[in-house]
Structure formats: C-alpha cells, structure tokens
C-alpha cells in the first residue's frame, strides 16, 4: 500500500506539469496564431482590438480566432496531461 503523502506529492507534480503544459500550449498556439495572421493578411495582428483605428472586422476575426486556438490547445494539453498522470498513478496502484 502506498503513503498517502506520496501519493498527494505526485498529485501535485502531475498537477504542476499540467499548469506548466498549459502555459506551453498558450505560448506556441498564439505563436502560431500570429504567424498565420501574417501570412494571410500581410501586416501584423491588432495589438489593442478595443483601438477605434482597428477595423471591427479585424479585431472581431483576431479575438474569435486567438480564442478558439488558445482554448483548444489548453484543452488538448490538460486532457494528455492528465491522461499521463492518471497513467502513472494506475501503473504506481499496481505494483
């Protein structure tokens, strides 16, 4: 039978990997969101969308666009995260 505390401790590791996923997965998504925004529009994204210079389409398409990739990268990374942990906590069960 395995120590509560350890077991808690390694909860919390997996936990702090998967904050840490997170960061990772918003940083390359937006990367990658803003290297796009390039290529297709020719100019660089809208740094404030809440600017009356920015075209309401633009700052529309930006933040509907960065929303939808950032989230979907975040809930990609936190479900293989945990898959990870919930993987070595069973295989640590078993033993």
Request: aromatic share 6%; charged share 25%; hydrophobic share 40%.
């Amino acid at each position: 039978m395995t120590d509560k505390g350890a077991k808690s401790g390694r909860r919390a590791l997996g936990g702090a990997f998967a904050s840490l996923a997170d960061l990772a997965a918003d940083h390359y998504a937006r990367r990658a969101i803003t290297s796009g925004w390039k290529r297709v529009t020719g100019k660089e994204p809208p740094t404030d969308p809440t600017n009356p210079k920015v075209a309401l389409g633009e700052a529309l398409s930006w933040a509907i666009i960065t929303g939808i990739v950032v989230e979907a990268a975040r809930m990609l990374t936190a479900r293989y995260a945990t898959r990870g942990v919930r993987r070595a906590l069973a295989k640590e069960t078993e033993e």
